[in-house]
């Protein structure tokens, strides 16, 4: 007899283990696995092994065959958490019975038991039972079926199918199953095979029974199943040559053993403790791939079987997004058809990724798929994986690894303040203990299509702003990170080049720190004092920062920006791990000099421990500084980022610096390819700008300078002198961050803040705002276009020529009005929202207010002022110093302005270039509570283009040379509104 066992620890076991019944069978292709070695991790045994157990002796029930002299296998399929810890045959005077114990780890774990039986012809008077007696209810009996005239396509043998029969209902209480085999109840399983494999035709002629399968779901803890007397039959025996040659030898199973699973608060690869570091798959090839230190891949065809193989023949881990069901429109919770079991149609993917930048309002639907994908995935139970912009706690029910991204370089959130929103984001949920961020090493698709539009050059987003985006979602606590690119990375254009280099050397640098990151935790972040800055100058108010280490709860001054250096605290069990981020006001536009002589601070450490500073290159030991609360750390160089180890354990130490060497020879190589590239890029921009107007500076004499400290790091790379490479070229590329930062503050004089030009957001765009700037000088100004701007009308809003709306009515109050000044002759545009409650809880970066000016008519390559004033007001209290935005219909909210304001009125100034011919909006926009007052608004046409032959065709894009076309494919469901695959 055949019997497959089955668990439910759940008190409504019975509705349970029919729905585990139903997806189990649907599987079912082979009864048995071939043996595989078990495999070890932290004392759990996962065995893919056949136990051969002893046949219990049983005596047969009137008309049926009774089959004492058959074996029992207990089948425990691959990638389980349950392991054999006894089995045994007791003997009493009426009766045999086999006693097996089993011990699990976690839930819903599936276990077999098999006992393979003399074929046997379907005829409507066979049966077959079983007395059966365990400790947990929900075991099913059931015949394996086997259709000898029916290839089954997924294995290329016969197909098999399992018709069931009672299930075990009172736990530990001697009861008999039985499993009719019909011709109806065949016929009902051929059905369920039809279904299962979407052919409507299936050939059951000389369909036999061949076993006897007991299935079960084995629950954490132990188990104890009794196997009693046993009757199969009648027998009445298939056609000379129908039945299938040893049909009860082992096959191999179907099902891939999984190989990323999911515990406590790590993520495991192959049984080993994983930071994951992943991209989209754009065809790379494998050398590409290992050379850029990834691990794990987004592959966009889930049915790319062929490259998928091609990945895990590199041990890539595989990720890709899964089918999506059809659900009823008015309710996610209502699939109209559900998925086929994905562990047989795709096999291949380690994890399941089901869209980035989900918002609040597709949440519904990414949960709904969430759980539609766990039903069809019973039998391997992938992690699944989600980028959300907010409810990121609601989302972590269903989601297994959690992505909290923040916006990417050149819009209106710094890098430090994006470390702060991922950290409050992580703290505020405590099941979120699993999140991840994208690094964008490409600027916003929005702003490349824009300056397509416009006939623009493209522009890059610069070495130190991918490094800095790495820094800051390590420092909020990130366990893992994918870098979002559109393009293949195996190009000779220098800027891919670059990208390629710094993604390398980022993830060398993770490499290093793996096995810290991968078990730490952030538990605050720690005050720095500068010296020896470009700009002399001590640090700025940092009481907001934990003076110790130890808070693991935000503090309230989290939702300031920082502009001033600090340092991460990561916690394990042992060592703690210090990473300290450069954090300013600009770099997410252009990079700052990033740089100071030393950077001091102090850390809790115990009286034992010791310092060491972690470079890519090498390993320095810090000068001990006991003071009170811990150490005194004095960091020479401080150069955007810095790594110290604090421990008592010099092994610990050791094998830090054994990961450091093995890569030390490779880094110093790739930060003299990211000085030399980047030394070319930027003097290449700067000739561009040279031609057009010039620039007052020492620029040869700093291009100078960065030439020879190029040389120099090349000398020392020679000598194997690594350190010295990386300290040499680190130099060079300081140098040219200094030409940069005096061609950008050339640029920004008169503007408001960087946004307020769109050419000023990236240093290779430089050269198109001076080339905007020649033309507004050739061309005359015209009148206000939009003259309601002083707001000397209170019918201004009722007659919809300024329109407000409130995007957050649930948690915020908020209003527009005109009123008069300090009850003076003057009136302004009042704006103002406050929070109806302190316990309701904001979106994440959604404005609180929006009033749209009055539409205007643009052609294409005009050049547009926006201008006004702006003050802050004291009726409401603001959470920060810049609530007010200013945002137009081209380039979006992502690339607003936003100047800091004061009681006192202040003024800006915004350049605009309409990319298209047609209506032309321009909103101002409040976040969080605040109240602002806006007067004399004014929007100018500086400059119209003479021809419309200046610009591409309306309608075109300008791809740049030797760019490859971006794929992208959107799913219906969660990620919708954006590309699911870049």
């Excluded at 076991?13 to 079912?28: A, G, P």
């Excluded at 002629?205 to 084995?218: G, I, K, M, N, T």
């Excluded at 096999?347 to 609040?360: E, F, K, N, S, Y």
């Amino acid at each position: 007899m055949n019997a497959v066992l089955w668990y439910s620890a759940s008190p409504q076991f019975h509705h349970i283990s029919i729905t585990v019944w139903e997806v189990v069978t649907r599987m079912s292709r082979s009864i048995i696995q071939e043996e595989s070695p078990p495999t070890t991790g932290r004392g759990l045994s996962f065995p893919g092994v056949q136990v051969l157990l002893g046949m219990v002796a049983a005596s047969a029930s009137a008309g049926l065959a009774d089959d004492t002299s058959e074996k029992w296998q207990v089948i425990i399929p691959s990638g389980q958490s349950v392991q054999m810890e006894q089995q045994q045959v007791a003997s009493d005077d009426s009766d045999e019975t086999l006693q097996i114990q089993l011990g699990s780890s976690a839930d819903f774990q599936q276990v077999r038991v098999i006992s393979v039986r003399q074929p046997a012809t379907v005829v409507d008077e066979f049966n077959a039972t079983v007395r059966l007696n365990a400790t947990q209810s929900g075991l099913r009996l059931a015949l394996r079926l086997v259709l000898p005239r029916q290839k089954d396509p997924r294995t290329g043998q016969p197909l098999t199918g399992l018709v069931a029969g009672d299930t075990y209902k009172r736990a530990e209480t001697w009861q008999t199953l039985s499993v009719a085999g019909s011709r109806s109840a065949v016929a009902s399983e051929v059905r369920r095979l039809r279904a299962a494999l979407h052919q409507s035709n299936l050939n059951f002629s000389d369909a036999y029974f061949d076993a006897c399968v007991l299935v079960a779901e084995v629950h954490s803890g132990t188990t104890f199943i009794e196997i009693g007397a046993s009757a199969y039959g009648p027998i009445v025996a298939p056609r000379a040559g129908i039945v299938v040659r040893n049909p009860a030898a082992p096959v191999q199973s179907d099902v891939t053993e999984r190989r990323v699973k999911i515990e406590r608060d790590r993520i495991l690869v192959d049984n080993v403790t994983t930071f994951p570091i992943f991209m989209p798959d754009h065809g790379e090839s494998p050398e590409t791939l290992l050379q850029l230190g990834v691990n794990a891949v987004w592959v966009a065809d889930v049915n790319n079987v062929e490259r998928m193989q091609t990945l895990k023949d590199i041990r890539m881990v595989v990720i890709a997004t899964p089918p999506h069901p059809q659900f009823d429109p008015a309710d996610f919770n209502t699939p109209l058809q559900g998925l086929p079991p994905l562990d047989q149609l795709h096999p291949d993917p380690d994890a399941w990724l089901l869209g980035t930048r989900v918002g609040t309002e597709q949440q519904p639907h990414l949960l709904a798929w969430a759980r539609a994908i766990r039903t069809a995935d019973r039998i391997m139970r992938r992690p699944l994986m989600a980028d959300v912009l907010a409810a990121e706690g609601v989302a972590s029910r269903q989601i297994d690894i959690v992505g909290i991204s923040q916006t990417l370089p050149g819009g209106t959130t710094t890098f430090g303040e994006s470390r702060n929103r991922s950290y409050l984001r992580l703290n505020s949920s405590a099941q979120l203990t699993l999140p991840w961020e994208w690094i964008h090493v490409e600027p916003s698709g929005h702003l490349a299509a824009w300056r397509r539009s416009v006939g623009a050059e493209p522009v890059f987003v610069e070495p130190e702003q991918v490094m800095m985006q790495v820094v800051a979602a390590l420092s909020a606590g990130s366990r893992g990170i994918g870098f979002w690119k559109t393009q293949s990375l195996e190009s000779n254009d220098p800027a891919q080049l670059e990208t390629a280099r710094i993604i390398e050397l980022a993830n060398l640098y993770v490499d290093i720190l793996a096995p810290l990151l991968a078990s730490s935790r952030v538990h605050g972040h720690i005050a720095m004092t500068l010296r020896g800055t470009d700009a002399e100058r001590e640090s700025k108010d940092v009481s907001w920062l934990n003076a110790v280490t130890g808070t693991t709860v935000a503090d309230p001054g989290y939702n300031q920006i920082p502009e001033v250096p600090d340092a991460a605290m990561l916690n394990g069990a042992g060592p703690s791990l210090i990473l300290a981020g450069f954090w300013d006001h600009a770099s997410h536009f252009v990079p700052q000099h990033l740089y100071a002589r030393s950077a001091e601070l102090t850390v809790a450490a115990g009286e034992t421990a010791s310092a060491w500073q972690v470079f890519a290159t090498g390993v320095k030991g810090l000068r001990r500084q006991p003071t009170a609360g811990g150490l005194a750390l004095t960091i020479r160089d401080f150069d955007q980022v810095a790594t110290v180890l604090i421990s008592s354990d010099q092994e610990q130490q050791k094998r830090l610096e054994a990961r450091v060497h093995s890569h030390a020879r490779r880094a110093g190589q790739l930060f003299i390819e990211l000085a030399e590239l980047k030394l070319a890029r930027v003097q290449t921009t700067c000739h561009r700008i040279d031609s057009m107007t010039s620039i007052a500076g020492s620029t040869p004499q700093l291009f100078a300078q960065a030439q020879e400290q190029i040389e120099m790091a090349h000398q020392a790379q020679t000598r194997r002198d690594f350190r010295g490479a990386e300290r040499h070229a680190r130099q060079s590329m300081h140098s040219v961050r200094t030409v940069q930062n005096l061609y950008w503050n050339a640029a920004l004089r008169g503007l408001t803040t960087p946004a307020a030009s769109p050419h000023t957001i990236n240093f290779a765009a430089l050269p198109d705002h001076w080339r905007m700037l020649t033309r507004i000088e050739s061309s005359q100004a015209s009148e206000n276009l939009i003259p309601s701007g002083k707001f000397d009308s209170l019918r201004l809003l009722t007659e919809s020529l300024w329109e407000p709306v409130s995007p957050q009515p649930a948690t915020y109050h908020s209003s527009a009005d005109i009123v008069t000044e300090n009850r003076g002759p003057n009136q302004v545009l009042r704006m103002r929202a406050w929070k109806r409650s302190s316990e309701v809880t904001a979106i994440s970066g959604q404005p609180t207010l929006l009033v749209q000016a009055p539409e205007i008519i643009a052609q294409r390559g005009d050049v547009f002022e926006i201008s006004g004033k702006v003050r802050i007001g004291q009726g409401v209290q603001s959470a920060n110093d810049a609530p007010f935005l200013v945002f137009d219909s081209d380039l979006g909210p992502e690339f607003a302005v936003r100047p800091e304001l004061e009681p006192s009125w202040r003024a800006f100034r915004i350049l605009r270039e309409a990319s298209k011919t047609g209506p032309f909006r321009i909103w101002l926009a409040l976040t969080g509570s605040a109240e602002v007052f806006i007067d004399d608004f004014s929007v100018v046409q500086q400059a119209r283009l003479p021809s419309a032959e200046t610009l591409p065709k309306f309608g075109e894009t300008a791809q740049p040379a030797g760019s490859r076309p971006t794929r992208g494919s959107r799913v219906q469901g969660a990620g919708y509104s954006i590309q699911s695959f870049p």
